[in-house]
């Protein structure tokens, strides 16, 4: 179990994912520890105070930040780093639209542990992806860019997009990480190995300040493989 340096400096942990590869699971999973502060799309959603997607804890951002955040996005990264008092670890996930290129290097040199969240099978991530959002089950983005194809050319234009998405913004975190001095821990967990079924997270949790049986300690989740892929 990995201790923080004293109170006022968690780990600080990113989650690095895409959609479909089952980050709202994870995110759910490591709040079930009151060690871990751990918050949702805070450079995405639009209600601080989403359930799901929001903030964790009871001390929201100021509207200054919060607003300002893709512009200036190391105001927000300072609240919650000023506001984890009595957490060992603080942290959030993120993907490639809800900041900037040029905004990523923010995140990365933030984080001490880096987690890469991806899915095995791409070709199962890009079906979850497109029939989550033709069936409105699903609250990401609900702009449509393939409504003028059929299926099949949709599926196909889905995942192309889908296979130069994962290029760019994982390769692209990856070199950022391994270029600092020193560089943050890295963590590489996947959907079909790490989190489908039943979560077995010892990987991440051995660089938290939590016991690496957190997970079996507690009743397993039983939502929906729908909503884990999310």
Not at 83 to 111: E, I, M, Y
Request: glycine share 4%; net charge positive.
């Amino acid at each position: 179990m990995l201790k923080p340096k004293h109170e006022c400096d968690p780990v600080r942990v990113v989650i690095f994912a895409a959609r479909r590869t089952g980050s709202s699971l994870l995110v759910r999973e490591l709040r079930r520890s009151r060690l871990v502060l751990m918050h949702g799309e805070i450079f995405h959603v639009t209600n601080p105070r989403d359930p799901d997607d929001g903030f964790a804890g009871s001390s929201m951002p100021p509207e200054e930040a919060f607003y300002s955040r893709r512009q200036e996005p190391r105001k927000l990264l300072e609240h919650i780093q000023c506001h984890s008092l009595g957490f060992g670890a603080v942290g959030f996930k993120v993907f490639h639209d809800h900041l900037r290129p040029r905004n990523w290097p923010v995140l990365t040199q933030w984080c001490t542990v880096c987690v890469l969240l991806t899915r095995d099978d791409v070709i199962a991530q890009d079906r979850s992806l497109l029939i989550a959002r033709r069936t409105g089950l699903w609250k990401g983005r609900s702009r449509w860019p393939w409504g003028h194809l059929n299926e099949t050319a949709a599926e196909t234009a889905s995942l192309t997009a889908l296979h130069r998405y994962r290029s760019t913004w994982y390769n692209t975190v990856l070199v950022q990480a391994l270029a600092r001095t020193p560089p943050p821990t890295l963590v590489r967990l996947s959907y079909e190995r790490h989190l489908r079924g039943r979560p077995n997270l010892t990987e991440l949790l051995k660089h938290l300040p939590v016991r690496t049986n957190m997970v079996e300690q507690r009743p397993a989740s039983t939502t929906q493989v729908n909503s884990q892929a999310s």
